[in-house]
């Protein structure tokens, strides 16, 4: 059987419309009907009983629209031709073609487009009303093309966040930690949990593909519950070996309005005293709801949980709300700190960034630090912490403790400190 029913409207029909033929007379109106799922139904139906579908429904057609001519001029289009007001004509048709057919023993939705042309009474140039209404065909055309692939990327993004619970509840995700490191005590007192999921088919899911997904389909609860409990009991095996590091956790901007995810949360955070979390939360996400995400984040400063503005200058950036939120932390945009050493604009950007984040009482990360120029200057700078592939990539949590008790930090920012006076020196000629 063929998919179910669907109309793609006809595109604004070419030509002068309806109304403008007001001396008396009706307009031509030219409709090119095409059978979207002829190809389906052909396979559905067989060859031979596919060949009269065309016809049959020029004689439907023809029959609502009494004085019209409508016949089969391909296999899977009609052209109709009749008189009368765009909409009368064009309601006609479409009643035709949602109509299910009966080929044979089976009945068949038709999913058709149409392409529409209009002429004023009195004016008879049949060439150009038919291109006019391939025009307008082609049109339409065009819009089914996009309808489909946003319908199959739609399709897609449901069927991985499907996927995606039955990770959760198969534990397929894991936790992976970025140290964050402080750029004069080189020493480390956080990480962020960044989620990833190896799936059992597709491989290594992006993060991008699959958290973008659940937000989509307003499943996005559900992963970070799990990403918080699953960096509580991390965290518990970190202070085990030795280590007491908050842990940073990146917060959807749909979740700080819904009451029930902040309220589990809560829950959540004080049934663990020892709890060291931090939510990391865009500018972006607050402008949403403004008065309920800030009162909800003031809820979760309350227990404990450090606030960071994350991606600081990627969106919009609005001090009158950067000043209202219970920030103790705000991140840098990689984007500005990728090419530090390189560009003249971005250190005067980065550099304002930090004064006016320490003006505010709030503490600076920057994240994107891929070399030890980079950090070098980002310490002249009065950075407080930086984050990034020359520190360290995102690492398990048994590779987070090693890398803790080889002490590879120190490593890093030794070799960083080579360059620092140099750089200080041509900052402040600067």
Known sequence: MASPHRL????????????????????????????ENFAALRRSVGVARSRALATDLADRIAALLPGSAACAIAPATIEIDAHGTEADVVGAVTRAMAAPMLVGDDWCHIDSSFGVAIAAAGVDDEMALIERAEQSLAQARRRRSEQDRDDAEQASITALAQELDHALERDELLLMYQPK????????????????????????????????????VQRIDGLTIWTIRR???????????????????????????????????????????????????????????????????????????????????????????LKQLPARELKIDKLFITHLTSSNRDPLIVRSTIDLAHALDMEVVAEGVETGATLALLTVMGCDTVQGFFISRPIVLDALIDFLRHD?????????RVSVKRLANSWKRH
């Open 8 to 35: 793609i409207p006809p595109a604004s029909p070419a030509g002068p419309p309806a109304g403008s033929a007001r001396e008396g007379g009706v307009p031509h109106v030219k409709i090119l009907a095409e059978i």
């Open 181 to 216: 490191v402080h750029a004069r005590r080189h020493d480390i007192s956080s990480v962020e949990a960044l989620v990833r999921w190896q799936h059992p088919e597709r491989g290594m899911v992006m993060p991008s593909d699959f958290i973008a997904a659940a937000e989509e």
């Open 231 to 321: 960096a509580l009991r991390d965290q518990m095996t970190l202070r085990a070996a030795g280590y007491d590091l908050r842990i940073f956790i990146n917060i959807s901007g749909q979740l700080l309005s819904d009451a029930h995810f902040v309220e589990t949360v809560c829950a959540i955070v004080e049934a663990n005293p020892d709890a060291k979390l931090g939510f990391e939360v865009t500018e972006t996400s607050v402008i949403r709801d403004p008065e309920c995400a800030i009162a909800n984040l003031n809820r979760f400063d309350a227990i404990g949980v450090r606030i960071s503005i994350d991606d600081y200058g990627a969106g919009l950036s609005s001090l009158a709300y």
């Open 408 to 416: 590879d930090t120190q490593r890093a920012t030794r070799e960083s």
